[in-house]
């Protein structure tokens, strides 16, 4: 797929949610994008993503396939320092502690290294480059901070770490309504991603309509939030009484919400909606993955493949049958003289 | 037979810039040179597999059967139900491009489909178009395409030009691992009577006599008995290898690669391992046995499908129980390991005949092997070692720089780092490592692993070997490194001419042969009998003019 | 090997991690904020902008007033309909607004805003001795 192909569909798909919600308020379908795809939104996540999980676990491990990354466990007084331990794990504490490295602080991606050849010599060279992980790791927690703000939305009383979290984002007293750095940072961050997407040729090369879609989905997203809380002010105390009448399974649309909180709220409901059908299921799918969840002891215990196949193999009779001749002119012991 | 282009201008040629033209829109040149021969219709046969006819990819027509549309989409349907590996990889990949510069066939060609991830894409256009409604719907979009015959040919390229080293499932963010993909694309390709014939001869071999060669009881007796009169002539001691061979009732059954004992300088390897045996068994009462049938440690089936494996496999265990041992000692193997470590147990085990592996000699219990009952002789040795009952002289390995390459399997898939290196720092005085990037977890492959080590395919192999040997040019040229040790008898048999290729003056060596050459006999240790010469028949250090003079 | 049992937990833990806002909020009754206004500012019937401007922008207004009058030494405002008033919340706001308990916090408290204004100022009578 050429580049322009990929982008611009994912661009313009992303314009052109936008453009529904506006047609959309134009006709004042405000119960349309204020209650009814909000929850279709959320089921199709549900759904999808409990469909997704399932149908991976329907799938069996036959075989044990860790990808070991240190010693393993042997002699005794082979030293394990504690990275062996972690990621060549012989138990399930270990694997543990090997998934939530993974999980929360991307082990794997902090590996990463970037080749370069000299072509005189020819000598290559290798060296950590953790641009990727800083951005990555950036983008997913901050928006993990955005999220978890918004319960102050859905929520009433208002839990303590919602409240907390939110007066350490808004530390700086900058401005009013104050400036929160989590929806900065996460702009900031999925625009790296983008721009890496699209300076490295590598992975500008290899990329897909799907890889774009998200990162202008979630760049539309913080835009448009940044911009409400910022700028285009709307009724905060009327969107949270739609937040909550739609949590408390009690949908009632107040009037007089600004546009762009729709859009937001749009954007924000396509992204949920397409999340189990996309490749952002690697959400759920890291802790299924079995070259990181399964412990390298598979000497130690046997692991169970449930459809280990009956197979065709050639026995020693057969060997000997074939070669008995042979064998005993060699001088080499028999079954049947 | 290829050209093969000088070494300056296979590097000149390496471009990382991709093409303008899309990837779903290229097709591979099959330029001689970048990919092996065919399978043969005689090695189909004797495993029974699909579609017996000579295969050769050069030509236009494959031979496929009519509806081999039906029976690669039915394979890969019945396998994303059987691989949870396989499922979960085609759908959780993000892009992100962490694994595209860690292949080392991409590193050493730039071809944009080596990179691990657009690889996997070829299967995952596939898997999208067919399998997912996204892609069903939106097509080209989605990422998705039509299985043609083009882009069939496409996949089998590239799936004969991974080495399943896993090398980038260690980057990849979620692990995903390219050799799974590749183990899966390769058994879609054998539905289809796709295979190398660099897999599917020595897969047929195996199957029959035992090893990958194809070599013959008798055939087994006569090489053992040279390599034992070679190693009586350097070192005096006479091992009675016929007396070891299929012999019932000892307590250890010693499983080789072919490749150990078929061309050098994995032979010096064997020698080695002789000698250290025999001195086990005439010092301690060790009692080992070697099997004609299971003769070969190595698997292809491996590189072929899972049920080839396990069918190639079956012999370790029969054989063991056939003979009575306790338990079962591996050699120096690579992907042998892997298949032990990883599959063994749990395809042809429980292996419930055996016994815990214990080493009669120091007491060690090989805890950790409880259940397959099988060690690496480099735990095995490093036990020994550690415990005092190996007399070794180190300085007998003084003529050698050593420097160490984990292979892809005892590292990625088993972890087995430390045990080698002990032992060579025991046997040898001067040994230093490669780049930290290039080794242990890091290390690169050889670029002839899984089953790519064929002549007709050496611009591919010496193009993946660039990553490898490059380090090993960094340590010769540093610290005058002069051999490559490693464990894996597709090394032993892929560096030489890689190492004379890219860095001319560097040998390859098995640890089993430093071992053999450090190892104080009886005699030597009572002043009988003087050492002057390795297992290679080169002079030690100290001897080189009395050698002159003989 | 499946692992069923490993796996059908994590979704639980899943889907209960992710579901929260809509079990949190069971059995508690939502109460939508009606701030009260005191007759005084009834009886003004118009604030220094109108109510809707007031509603989403007071927060920016208020920081122009203390920028305005603390840093730039300016004192008066011209609101709506050419109508001038006195840049201060003491003096100005509270007038009418003297009710913060029913008026400000009622809102604020909704919303989880907590401003800043009495950290300097002085918070009316009213509140210190609030029901």
């Known amino acids: 797929m050429s580049f322009n192909l990929a982008f611009y569909s994912a661009f313009f798909a992303v314009l052109g949610l936008v453009g529904i919600v506006l047609l959309g308020l134009g006709a004042h379908l ?105 951005w990555a790791i950036t983008f997913h927690y901050s928006f993990l901070v955005v999220l978890l703000r918004h319960l102050r939305f859905f929520t009433q009383p208002v839990p303590g770490f919602v409240h907390f979290l939110d007066s350490i984002d808004s530390f700086f007293e900058i401005g009013l309504p104050q400036i929160q750095i989590s929806g900065i940072i996460l702009l900031i961050a ?62 009632q649309v107040p009037k007089g919400i600004g546009w762009i909180f729709y859009v937001h709220l749009f954007l924000v409901c396509v992204l949920f909606a397409y999340f189990p059908f996309s490749k952002l299921v690697h959400m759920a799918g890291i802790f299924l993955s079995p070259t990181r969840n399964l412990p390298n002891n598979s000497r130690y215990v046997r692991h169970i493949n449930p459809w280990n196949p009956v197979v065709k193999v050639h026995t020693y009779e057969e060997y000997e049958e074939e070669f008995r001749e042979k064998m005993k002119e060699a001088g080499l012991p028999l079954e049947k003289e | 037979m290829a050209e093969l282009p000088k070494p300056k201008e296979l590097v000149d040629s390496i471009d990382y810039t991709p093409p303008a033209k899309p990837w779903m829109e290229t097709r591979p040149e099959f330029k001689p040179g970048t990919y092996g021969y065919g399978v043969k219709a005689k090695n189909l046969k004797i495993m029974g597999f699909p579609n017996q006819r000579d295969f050769f990819p050069s030509e236009e027509d494959w031979k496929l059967p009519e509806n081999w549309k039906e029976i690669f989409l039915e394979g890969m349907e019945d396998r994303l139900n059987r691989f949870r590996s396989f499922r979960l990889f085609m759908d959780i990949c993000v892009r992100c491009g962490a694994c595209a510069d860690k292949c080392h066939y991409f590193i050493g060609g730039g071809d944009p489909k080596n990179m691990p991830v657009l690889r996997a894409e070829l299967l995952r256009s596939i898997y999208k178009k067919y399998f997912t409604w996204p892609g069903k719907i939106l097509g080209k979009l989605a990422g998705a395409r039509e299985l043609t015959y083009d882009v069939f040919k496409e996949i089998w390229y590239y799936m004969y030009q991974c080495s399943e080293c896993r090398r980038c499932s260690v980057f990849c963010p979620y692990g995903i691992d390219t050799c799974e993909i590749t183990m899966m694309g390769r058994e879609l390709m054998n539905l289809l009577g796709c295979n190398l014939n660099w897999i599917g001869e020595p897969v047929a071999n195996c199957y029959r006599t035992g090893n990958h060669l194809g070599i013959e009881p008798q055939g087994i007796v006569s090489i053992f008995e040279f390599l034992c009169d070679e190693l009586a002539d350097i070192t005096g001691v006479k091992v009675d290898i016929k007396a070891h061979l299929n012999r019932k009732g000892a307590d250890i059954l010693f499983i080789v690669p072919s490749g150990s004992y078929f061309a050098d300088p994995g032979t010096y390897t064997m020698e080695g391992e ?39 496999n079956a012999k370790m265990y029969a054989e063991a129980k056939r003979l009575g041992v306790k338990w079962i000692l591996g050699g120096e193997c690579g992907h042998m390991w892997r298949v032990i470590h990883q599959y063994m147990a749990t395809m042809n085990g429980p292996a419930d005949f055996l016994e815990v592996p214990r080493n ?107 990553p490898r040997a490059n380090a090993v040019k960094y340590v010769h040229e540093k610290y005058g490194v002069n051999v490559l040790c ?58 080189e003019d009395e050698m002159e003079e003989e | 090997m499946y692992d069923g049992g490993k796996i059908i937990t994590g979704l639980i833990i899943g889907v209960i991690l992710l579901s929260f806002p809509f079990w949190y909020n069971l059995g508690k009754a939502a109460k939508f904020p009606e701030p009260k206004l005191t007759p005084k500012a009834k009886q003004a019937g118009q604030c220094v902008e109108t109510k809707v401007y007031m509603k989403a922008h007071h927060m920016q207004l208020l920081n122009k007033w203390r920028d305005d009058v603390v840093r730039k030494g300016y004192r008066l405002y011209v609101g709506l309909n050419g109508k001038m008033f006195k840049m201060s919340l003491q003096n100005e706001c ?25 950290e300097c100022h002085i918070e009316p009578k009213e509140a210190k001795g609030g029901k």
């Open chain 2, 486 to 543: 490693c464990i894996c008898a597709i090394d032993r048999a892929s560096f030489p001419p890689l190492l004379s290729y890219w860095v001319p003056g560097v040998d390859c060596c098995g640890i089993h042969e430093l071992v053999g050459n450090a190892l104080v006999l009886p005699e030597e240790e009572r002043g009988i009998r003087q050492r002057k010469m390795d297992l290679r028949g080169n002079p030690l250090k100290g001897f």
């Open chain 1, 30 to 134: 405000y119960v349309i994008f204020g209650v009814v795809v909000p929850y279709v939104a959320v089921l199709l996540f549900f759904v999808g993503m409990i469909y997704r999980v399932v149908r991976w676990g329907r799938c069996p491990v036959p075989f044990r396939i860790p990808t070991v990354c240190g010693q393993q466990q042997s002699l005794p007084w082979i030293k394990r320092t504690l990275g062996d331990k972690i990621e060549s794990p012989f138990t399930t504490r270990w694997v543990i502690v090997r998934m939530l490295l993974e999980v929360l602080c991307f082990r794997s991606l902090f590996r990463n290294l970037s080749v370069s050849l000299d072509k005189e010599g020819p000598k290559l060279s290798y060296f950590s480059n953790k641009w990727l992980w800083l």
């Open chain 2, 360 to 466: 009669p000699i120091t007491g060690t219990v090989f805890e950790h092997a409880k259940e397959t009952k099988m060690v690496h002789i480099c735990e095995f040795t490093a036990d020994l070692i550690r415990h005092g009952k190996l007399p070794l002289d180190p300085s007998r390995n003084d003529h050698w720089v050593v420097t160490y390459h984990d292979s892809c399997n005892p590292s990625r898939g088993m972890g087995l780092l430390e045990e080698p290196r002990y032992i060579i720092k025991n046997v040898c005085n001067n040994f230093y490592e490669m780049p930290e990037n290039t080794i242990r977890e890091k290390t690169f492959c050889c670029g002839s692993g899984a089953g790519l080590g064929s002549e007709e395919n050496i611009i591919t192999r010496m193009r993946g070997g660039l």
């Open chain 3, 94 to 118: 509270l007038k009418c607004h003297s009710n913060k308990q029913e008026f400000c916090d009622k809102c604020h408290n909704f919303v989880d805003v907590k401003p800043y204004c009495w």
């Open chain 1, 190 to 251: 999925v625009t790296f991603l983008l721009i890496r997407r699209i300076t490295n040729p590598q992975v500008r090369y290899i990329s897909l309509p799907s890889d774009y879609f998200p990162l202008f989905l979630i760049i539309g997203i913080a835009f448009s939030g940044i911009l409400m809380r910022y700028w285009y002010k709307v009724d905060v105390v009327a969107v949270k009484e739609l937040a909550l009448s739609l949590v408390h399974l009690n949908p």
């Open chain 2, 274 to 312: 002789f000698l250290f045996l025999d001195y086990l068994e005439k010092k301690y009462g060790l009692k080992w046995t070697m099997s004609t049938y299971a003769s070969e440690g190595g698997n292809f089936g491996l590189f072929t499908s899972n049920e080839a494996m396990k069918r190639l």
